[in-house]
């Protein structure tokens, strides 16, 4: 059982480092394409990043602390998370709607359709492995958190599709709707994490 703690936290050691280069990537990459979608999508990998830091946290503290104490740490660090989805919802909407509003036209990004697409293929074997082992372990907070990086893989997906439509043929706006549908389904994520409702 031990072997699958410490597996736990190298996945996330990995989700960490995967996701602070990810991120850094895509801000400078959407910024210098004027993508908003895209800054959205790498300031999720740090929020991410932040998911993955809670757990190193929870499974660090594993074998040192009581069970009771590791319950209510894993408690404290899914409301967190929750609440760091509310704030990255508003910041991409506000982004999203003034974009449209002022007709703003980014970039083609190829940088952006590249990152996009190696989070398709990492995300998802990080996800079943993440699963794997949270199941094993009977960890709520690693399951959670798994389907945090399966939510990146849909968040891959949609930036893939703005990006793509905006780079074949020159629609804008998908680059400032796909942002919006990005920070709608991040208020509902963080609304189930918050309010416990999360599967």
């Known amino acids: 059982m031990e072997h699958l703690y410490t597996k736990a936290l190298k996945l996330s050691y990995f989700t960490v480092g995967y996701n ?3 991120g850094i990537i895509s801000i400078i990459a959407g910024a210098y394409a004027g993508s908003i979608a895209l800054v959205g999508f790498g300031l999720d990998s740090f929020v991410e ?3 993955g ?4 946290w929870r499974f660090r503290k594993h074998g040192i602390v009581s069970e009771e104490e590791e319950e209510e740490v894993e408690h404290k660090a899914l409301k967190l998370v929750g609440y760091t989805f509310f704030i ?8 999203s709607i003034t974009k449209l509003y002022y007709k703003e036209i980014p970039d083609v ?3 952006g359709i590249i990152v996009a697409i190696l989070s ?3 995300m998802p074997i990080l996800y079943v492995n993440k699963v794997h082992v949270g199941k094993a372990i009977n960890s709520t907070s690693l399951l959670s958190d798994a389907k945090e990086t399966l939510a990146c893989t849909f968040l ?3 930036l893939l599709l703005g990006l793509g439509l905006n780079y074949l043929w020159g629609l804008w706006q998908a ?3 796909v942002g919006i549908i990005v920070a709608l389904y991040l208020v509902k994520e963080g609304r189930e994490i918050v309010t416990g409702e999360e599967d």
């Open 20 to 22: 602070i280069l990810e």
């Open 49 to 51: 990043s932040l998911s």
């Open 53 to 56: 830091s809670i757990m190193i």
């Open 88 to 95: 990255l919802a508003v910041y991409i909407f506000y982004e």
């Open 109 to 111: 990004s190829l940088v």
């Open 120 to 122: 398709i293929i990492i």
């Open 156 to 158: 891959s997906v949609a």
């Open 175 to 177: 680059d400032p709707i």
